[in-house]
């Protein structure tokens, strides 16, 4: 498990760390104080991220909590109906998780909760992911060499790999305080968006002081003292776990649903250099812009749902029927909004601000209003 997996992004920031990085025309990178609790020694945001990526992690097991108060129930639906994604519940409130790690090709996450707990297990190219609450689980096999993440990030390391992918010169890197996560001693590293069209006012990592791995990720908006995302161990082993912990058997009496083999994973890309790509649900997506604040732009079909997510003859009653509507009625409720870019609807939150045009095109982003208005004129 590596967060700096593209050498470009220590390129970028060990330049910016090594001199003096103006954070609201202010101070320039610093260390942890003396006297910082818990006394650790000094260690400057370019060696921190050299201590990520030169870090190894050959396993882990842990519970990890995430916490999420983004202000957009709305969109969270929104997403679940067009996506079919279970993950995306993860958008609101605060989970607990299990996960384990024992390679690149050894994974599990489960999700509890009150009503039972859902899990996704990978262990080689077998993965099946698995519903107590239904006694169901689903079993695909994997291409070769083929590897994707989930599509809500289940640890620190994760989130925090996300994060830094969308690092480019226009962030202040810096080291901030001294903590104790999960138990442990951990440094923190500051990322600060400079660009003001960004709702993104700081990412905050702490890093384990021993092994370098990411123990919390928290993610603070313009204006709060609270994180609007967080993710964090509160338990955390570095010992690699058993071989047994990767190996799912169907309990008795539970349905397995064997999918074609090779099929991919949900959670497809858009491509970087905003050409029209295709995710693997059939929606048309592409970027424009870059860094914090690119802006996602998909198309809408006539019924309200993504591209590629149609009810497709689907009769009254229908899941399909059923998830427009409820599209509709949540578009309802949205605020309207015009310009000299069209019209729409135009969904706001503490992180995200969404634009639904009337010409059928969704845009969103980390990004204020007035960005989308400028992407959608395009």
């Known amino acids: 498990m590596s967060v700096l997996k593209n050498r470009a992004v220590l390129r970028w920031l060990v330049p910016v760390t090594a001199g003096v990085a103006v954070i609201g025309g202010g101070a320039a990178v610093g260390t942890f104080a003396a006297g910082a609790d818990p006394a650790l020694p000094p260690r400057t945001a370019a060696q921190l991220l050299v201590d990520l990526q030169t870090s190894r992690l050959d396993g882990l097991s842990g519970t990890v909590v995430q916490r999420a108060d983004l202000g957009l129930p709305a969109l969270a639906n ?9 993950l995306t519940t993860l958008l609101t409130g605060t989970h607990t998780l299990r996960v384990w790690y024992s390679g690149e090709e ?8 009150t009503l039972g707990e859902r899990d996704l297990i990978r262990d080689g190219r ?6 107590s609450r239904t006694n169901t689980a689903t079993h695909r096999t994997l291409p070769a060499e083929h590897s994707a993440p989930p599509a809500v990030p289940a640890t620190p390391a994760e989130a925090a790999d996300r994060a830094l992918a969308a690092v480019d010169p ?7 305080r001294s903590a104790r996560v999960a138990g442990r001693d951990a440094y923190e590293l500051v990322l600060t968006p ?4 960004s709702l993104v006012h ?5 890093l384990d002081a021993k092994e370098h791995v990411p123990l919390r990720f928290e993610v603070l908006a313009d204006g709060a003292d609270k994180p609007a995302f967080e993710v964090a161990f509160t338990q955390v082993d570095f010992r690699r776990p058993e071989a047994d912990q990767f190996r799912f058997n169907p309990p008795p009496g539970g349905t ?3 999918e074609a083999a090779g099929k991919a994973l949900p959670g497809g890309k858009a491509l970087p250099d905003g050409r029209t790509g295709h995710r693997p649900d059939g929606t048309d997506v592409r970027t424009v812009g870059t860094g914090w604040t690119t802006v996602l732009v998909a198309r809408l079909d006539a019924a309200g749902l993504p591209a590629g997510a149609k009810a497709g003859g689907a009769k009254a009653g229908d899941p399909a029927v059923g998830g427009a509507d409820q599209v509709a009625g949540l578009l309802a409720a949205v605020p309207k909004v015009s310009g000299d870019w069209g019209s729409g609807r135009l969904l706001t939150g503490k992180l995200f601000s969404v634009l639904l045009t009337d010409d059928g095109r969704v845009l969103a982003g980390l990004v204020t209003p007035e960005r989308l208005y400028q992407a959608a004129r395009s």
């Open 202 to 206: 700081q990412v905050r990592i702490a």
């Open 78 to 86: 929104l997403a679940g109906l067009a996506g079919g994604n279970e």
């Open 194 to 197: 400079r660009d003001a069209d």
């Open 256 to 258: 397995v649903k064997e």
């Open 106 to 113: 050894r994974q599990r996450v489960a999700l509890l909760d």
């Open 126 to 131: 077998d993965v099946w992911s698995w519903d």
């Open 170 to 176: 226009t962030t202040a890197v810096t080291v901030g």
